[in-house]
């Protein structure tokens, strides 16, 4: 199995300012046919289901706000908020789909308001 | 937009069964995969398995061989996911999802059971 590791377990962020979470696999996610990195990521906010964010690493999904953005390849990925709102609150999630049809998702970040 | 609505909370005590429902509507339930993610009390995610309808074709996690099964109605299109022998470890929130199987692209309310003796 491919471990997704998050880093780091929480932060608080200052409203406007940036925050970065990364996620690290434990072997890379890249696929050489489409040379895509298979990263999701996902935002959970209290008692709902979690969200999409971003596909292929950093592909945003249709209707999120560009202020989220996500990059990397191999093992090593990164989710940023360029301005963190208030309505950002929420834990965040990366999940790898290299083994399809089995997943692994990373631990969870929790993103709150400094 | 294609809408998934779970079944409701279920209370359940140990050795016993449950099977949580989830029917989609709008979209084209046969050609996408539904696969079933749950997420135990204050914890993170875990994939459980997937069933695409058009082929019913299913796959699991390994650590519920033998006592998870997932089906689909096509004439409904709902898709139900059967978890048999519950253990108190089972308490959590089943969530169903849909996508083309590599990422969910969107997911239902989720369903919590309840394991207790």
């Known amino acids: 199995d491919i471990v997704m590791t998050q880093s780091p377990d929480s932060l608080a962020v200052s409203l406007g300012e940036r925050a970065t979470i990364n996620c690290k696999s434990s072997?890379?996610?890249?696929?050489?046919?489409?040379?895509?990195?298979?990263v999701a990521w996902y935002q959970q906010k209290p008692g709902q289901p979690p969200k999409l964010l971003i596909y292929w690493a950093s592909t945003r999904e249709f209707g999120v706000p560009e202020r989220f953005s996500g990059s990397g390849s191999g093992t090593d990925f990164t989710l940023t908020i360029s301005s963190l709102q208030a309505e950002d609150v929420a834990v965040y999630y990366c999940q790898q789909y290299y083994t399809t049809p089995s997943w692994t998702f990373g631990q969870g970040t929790k993103v709150e308001i400094k | 937009q294609v809408q998934l609505v779970q079944s409701g909370a279920e209370v359940k005590k140990p050795g016993s069964s449950v099977r949580v429902s989830c029917k989609a509507s709008g979209g084209t339930f046969s050609s996408d995969t539904i696969t079933w993610v749950r997420q135990a009390p204050g914890q993170g995610l875990e994939w459980m398995g997937r069933i695409i309808p058009l082929v019913d074709v299913t796959n699991n996690a390994v650590r519920f061989e033998g006592r998870i099964t997932f089906t689909a109605d096509k004439s409904t299109s709902t898709a139900y996911m059967e978890l048999r022998r519950l253990r108190s470890e089972d308490t959590a929130v089943y969530y169903c999802?849909?996508?083309?199987?590599?990422?969910?692209?969107?997911w239902g309310q989720g369903t919590l059971v309840s394991v207790s003796s």
């Open positions: 072997r890379s996610v890249l696929y050489t046919f489409n040379k895509k990195n298979s």
């Open positions: 999802t849909r996508g083309d199987g590599d990422f969910a692209l969107s």
